[in-house]
C-alpha cells in the first residue's frame, strides 16, 4: 500500500494555472503507474492524465489536451498536474490515484490506492 497526499488546490480565475503535487510514502519501493482524477459536484469520477512508472509515456482527457500536463520526479516520490488556460469547467476536486503497474491506466477501477482530494475552483 502507498499512500498518497494531494496539495496545490485553490481558487483561481479562468485563464489562470495551478500545480497540484501528489507526494506518496508508504511502499513506494514498488512500480507504480500514477493518475489524476477530478470530480464535480453532481458528477462522476472522470480520467484527467495519467503517466507510466517511468515518465516516459502519458495520456490525457480531450477535455484537458494541450493545458494540463502530468510529470513525476521518482526520486522525490512525487507527481505534478500543472493546469494552465484554466476554465470554469474544471472546477472540481482532484485526486491522485495509484496502481502497481509498469504502464498507466485510464479508468479509475485499476487504481487501488488513493488521495484525499484537493479543491480547486476557477471563477469565471
Known amino acids: 500500500q502507498v499512500q498518497l497526499v494531494e496539495s496545490g488546490g485553490g481558487l483561481v480565475q479562468a485563464g489562470g494555472s495551478l500545480r497540484l503535487s501528489c507526494a506518496a510514502s508508504?511502499?513506494?519501493?514498488?512500480?507504480?503507474?500514477m493518475g489524476w482524477f477530478r470530480q464535480a459536484p453532481g458528477k462522476e469520477r472522470e480520467f484527467v492524465a495519467a503517466?507510466?512508472?517511468?515518465?516516459?509515456?502519458?495520456h490525457y482527457a480531450d477535455s484537458v489536451k494541450g493545458r494540463f500536463t502530468i510529470s513525476r520526479d521518482n526520486a522525490k516520490n512525487t507527481v505534478y498536474l500543472q493546469m494552465n488556460s484554466l476554465k470554469p469547467e474544471d472546477t472540481a476536486v482532484y485526486y491522485c490515484?495509484?496502481?502497481?503497474?509498469?504502464?498507466?491506466?485510464?479508468?479509475?477501477?485499476?487504481?487501488?490506492?488513493w488521495g484525499q482530494g484537493t479543491q480547486v475552483t476557477v471563477s469565471s
Open positions: 490515484a495509484a496502481a502497481v503497474s509498469l504502464h498507466y491506466y485510464i479508468r479509475a477501477g485499476e487504481y487501488d490506492n
Open positions: 508508504g511502499r513506494t519501493s514498488s512500480t507504480y503507474a
Open positions: 503517466i507510466n512508472w517511468s515518465g516516459g509515456s502519458t
